[in-house]
């Protein structure tokens, strides 16, 4: 969940850069999705762009202006990568606050469910165990030093 809400926060904050720099043209009377105005933009700007686009940085061997902007004029009329990002709600920000200030005992993680679906196997098999193998495990069982079933550790 705390992934979540990062990645929530790093496309909110590509949004705003973004939006920051179409606003900038806008108010001097330019549209940049217009391949005339686009050309203004500059090389920092549409790298910002592109982020904001793709999710991520302009690669290395394509961070050249006219690179950047034939891209951005491909995809200015696209969403985001990351516009299916649901928003972060006080609701998603308290179960975050929950989850940490929580006690998870071992049962209730992933682990602990493996541990006990190995129980339970071990508990059918044990049925079909000879005297003999039964008292080998009895003989070991000792030497396993025990556990408190409720245990959060």
């Known amino acids: 969940m705390e992934t979540k809400k990062t990645q929530f926060e790093e496309a ?11 606003e900038k043209y806008r108010s ?9 105005h686009a ?27 006219a690179k950047v902007l ?6 200015k009329d696209h969403p985001p990568v990351d516009a ?18 929580e006690v998870i005992g071992l049962n209730d993680t992933e682990v602990g469910r493996q541990m006990q679906s190995s129980v339970d196997d071990m508990l059918a098999k044990v049925q079909h165990l000879s005297p003999e193998q039964i ?6 069982l000792p030497s396993i030093p025990p556990t408190d079933p409720t245990s959060t550790s």
């Open 12 to 22: 909110k904050k590509r949004e705003e850069d973004a939006k920051a720099i179409l």
């Open 28 to 36: 001097m009377n330019k549209d940049v999705t217009n391949t005339a």
């Open 39 to 65: 050309e203004e933009l500059s090389s920092p700007e549409l790298k910002i762009l592109y982020k904001w686009k793709h999710g991520k940085n302009v690669p290395q061997k394509e961070s050249q202006k």
């Open 70 to 75: 034939a891209d951005w004029l491909v995809t």
């Open 84 to 101: 299916s990002l649901h928003s972060w709600t006080t609701e998603n920000e308290n179960d975050l606050a929950k989850m940490k200030s």
């Open 135 to 140: 008292q080998q495990i009895a003989a070991g």
